[in-house]
């Protein structure tokens, strides 16, 4: 069985989801996991934005303007008067509950309620115009089986046990459908794998199910070598590890939800991404095997805080990065990157909800310095630390200031922190030096 995951644009127009059909129509079972119509899910979290802020008048034109544009996709999709009348229901009861939530103080169910509708939505409509052309398939409700435990964790037990009890009560099916993204907490309540979850909800289901492969189809022809909107002459990569697609999902090759491989590598999956516009390409496809030499890609990671920790008492001294981490650890924030000199560390994290509290307490005991808008750029290869052409990368230093590099942490990855603002031509040099060969 395989398990093949349709993002936003694929199901946002008529003219995709009618390639989908055709796509998935190919006699082999198989489960198919839906995002949200493309655009779907940010409007619900602007409703909830405007709900959190005490304006739901204006919440409410907005969910009136999404409920004529899915009321003009159910025209043209279904044929039937009768078939437009039961999806029409469906989706009216929808957006009657999202009106009913406008009256409700903002929280986090609150807002968890709302984006999970836009997955509801896209899957009861695919699966009843799948119904209408004679396919047999049949809606596997996420929230009847997907779940995560307290650590926001996969619970892979009761996902492995409520799949199966629930596709072996369904009537028997070529291909089932269900919302990718949504999922319970482990309260019972409804949540969400943040996001972009679809991706990680494919890969969760391919692992419990053993699938043969997971297929990721977006708009793109897979994973790029470096990032399309700010360089030129890119292209897929053909081949890619787990941990070579992991550690570019990570940092900002957007493609991907970050967690995605995990499941994938730990069953030993091999997962396909792929192009609903251009299907016979071959994509990436992510699997144990690695494959080719050197540098394989480059991807950037904005919105990253520097912080440099300077103390004349680290000389010498032990224990010193154990006291750095341990502040870490109590405001649960995570380090990305981290070099250190004799007398100084410096760290980056991503997540600086609480930098404020965490610079007060390193001040007590050190200097700190701290550098916003920076970007780490990641260079990502099979053993690229001893491969004989890496050097060619480090030409980047005579162009643009770097202000940490981190290299020989993972065998696959060097990485190098810019200011955000230099970011651009950092990637364009490192193209031109890693990709393009050029001796000057
Ligand atoms: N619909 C959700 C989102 O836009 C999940 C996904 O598309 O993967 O984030
Ligand atoms: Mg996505």
Same mark, same amino acid.
């Given at each position: 069985?395989?398990?093949?995951? =349709? ?7 008529? #003219? ?22 493309? %655009? ?37 999709? =279904? ?26 103080? @903002? ?15 896209? +899957?009861?409509? =695919? ?6 052309? %004679? ?17 926001? #964790? ?25 919302? /990718? ?40 022809? /897979? ?28 940092? /900002?090759?957007?493609?991907? @939800? ?7 590598? #730990? ?51 032990? /224990? ?35 930098? +404020? ?31 004989? #052409?890496?050097?060619?990368? &480090? ?39 890693? &990709? ?5």
């Amino acid at each position: 069985m395989k398990v093949l995951k =349709f993002g936003g644009t694929s199901v946002g127009s008529i #003219e995709n989801i009618e390639r989908v059909k055709e796509l998935i129509t190919d006699g082999d079972k198989k489960i198919v996991v839906l995002s949200a119509m493309s %655009g779907t899910t940010n409007i619900l979290v602007e409703i909830s934005e405007l709900i959190k802020a005490e304006e739901p008048n204006k919440a409410l034109e907005i969910i009136e303007t999404l409920c004529k544009k899915y009321n003009g996709v159910i025209d043209d999709l =279904f044929e039937t008067s009768e078939l437009k009348q039961t999806v029409g229901n469906y989706i009216d009861g929808i957006f009657e509950y999202l009106k009913s939530l406008t009256s409700e103080k @903002h929280s986090e169910l609150l807002y968890n309620k709302i984006v999970s509708q836009g997955e509801l939505m896209s +899957t009861y409509m =695919f699966t009843q115009f799948l119904i209408q052309d %004679g396919v047999n398939a049949r809606l596997l409700p996420a929230l009847d089986f997907m779940r995560i435990d307290k650590s926001f #964790e996969p619970d892979e037990f009761y996902i492995k046990q409520n799949l199966q009890r629930i596709i072996d009560e369904a009537l028997p099916a070529d291909i089932y459908i269900t919302q /990718g993204f949504i999922c319970l907490d482990a309260y019972g309540n409804v949540a969400n794998l943040q996001r972009g979850g679809s991706d990680y909800t494919a890969t969760i289901i391919g692992a419990v199910v053993e699938a043969d492969e997971v297929q990721i189809w977006t708009d793109i022809d /897979g994973m790029h070598n470096n990032d399309p909107r700010f360089v030129e002459n890119t292209h897929a990569i053909s081949n890619l590890s787990f941990d070579e697609a992991a550690e570019l999902a990570y940092f /900002g090759a957007k493609i991907l @939800h970050p967690q995605t491989v995990m499941p994938a590598m #730990e069953a030993n999956i091999p997962v396909r991404l792929k192009n609903t516009m251009d299907p016979e390409s071959y994509g990436t496809l992510i699997s144990q095997q690695t494959d080719g030499d050197g540098i394989k890609a480059i991807a950037a990671k904005d919105n990253i805080t520097a912080i440099k920790i300077k103390s004349a008492r680290m000389l010498l001294a032990h /224990g010193f990065l154990k006291k750095v981490f341990e502040i870490f650890e109590k405001y649960e924030t995570p380090i990305d990157m981290i070099t250190t000199s004799e007398i100084a560390v410096s760290l980056t994290i991503d997540n600086d909800t609480h930098l +404020t509290s965490i610079v007060e307490e390193l001040d007590k005991f050190s200097n700190v310095e701290v550098d916003n808008q920076q970007s780490i750029i990641c260079l990502v290869g099979h053993s690229i630390v001893s491969h004989s #052409e890496t050097h060619r990368l &480090f030409r980047v230093l005579q162009d643009i200031p770097v202000r940490m590099i981190s290299y020989g942490g993972s065998k696959n990855n060097i990485s190098l922190l810019v200011s955000t603002e230099d970011k651009i031509n950092a990637l364009q040099h490192l193209n031109k030096y890693v &990709f393009e060969d050029v001796v000057s």
